[in-house]
Structures are given as C-alpha cells and as structure tokens.
C-alpha cells in the first residue's frame, strides 16, 4: 500500500534549523513529484515547496531563500531544509505526491494524490 511517512519535526527557538524527511514506499518514486504543504492552527493548509521528478524546484515566497528541497531517488526520500527559522513557520507541515504527468499546479492542494500524516514544526520566539 502507498505510504508517506514525515520525519524531523520538533521545537526550536527562532533563527534556528531543522531537517524533515518524507519517506515513500508502495508506488514508484522516481515517477512523482512531491510537495510539502503547512497548515498551522485554525488556519487552511498552504503550499511550501514542491520539487518535481526531473529535480526543478518551487517555493512560496515566504519561505524562499531559507528552506531548501532535495529528493533522492535512490532512498526514496524528499528532504526539506529549513533554516532561519521564525515563529510564523509553526505548523504542522505535510508530505504529499503526484503522478508527474499531473503536476501542472504544483501549488494546489488537489493536485496531489497521496499524503502522509504530518509532522509538527513548533518554533519559539
């Protein structure tokens, strides 16, 4: 069966780092462009970052030029670097994948077909 599983959530005091980790298994990795999304409390869930299965890259304004996405195929993982972090970046933050034949909307929740469960980024002031 499909999984998405989210990894390196934690509390942090601002201006600091942290690593998530998305692992895939039961679909073809490669094949996938992978999303993360954020949602924090009483808010809708909004776009992160998304990287597709050739390796390009896209980034909400308000995180570009501290978090960085990587994927390795290989390990069938997505990385999501975080630094500089801000009180504002709190949430709770969501792996997601798309067939890449679909991904013409890479900022759209619907896009994407599978999600994993989340992990929670909580960053101090």
């Known amino acids: 069966q499909v999984r998405l599983v989210e990894y390196g959530g934690g509390l942090v005091q601002a201006g600091g780092s942290l690593r998530l980790s998305c692992a895939a298994s039961?679909?073809?990795?490669?094949?996938?462009?992978m999303g993360w999304f954020r949602q924090a409390p009483g808010k809708i869930r909004e776009f992160v970052a998304a990287?597709?299965?050739?390796?390009?890259?896209y980034h909400a304004d308000s995180v570009k030029g501290r978090f960085t996405l990587s994927r390795d195929n290989a390990e069938n993982t997505v990385y999501l670097q975080m630094n500089s972090l801000k009180p504002e970046d709190t949430a709770v933050y969501f792996c997601a994948a798309v067939y890449r034949a679909f991904w013409q909307q890479p900022d759209k929740r619907d896009t994407y077909e599978y999600w994993g469960q989340g992990t929670q980024v909580t960053v101090s002031s």
């Open positions: 039961g679909f073809t990795f490669s094949s996938y462009a």
């Open positions: 990287i597709s299965w050739s390796g390009s890259t």
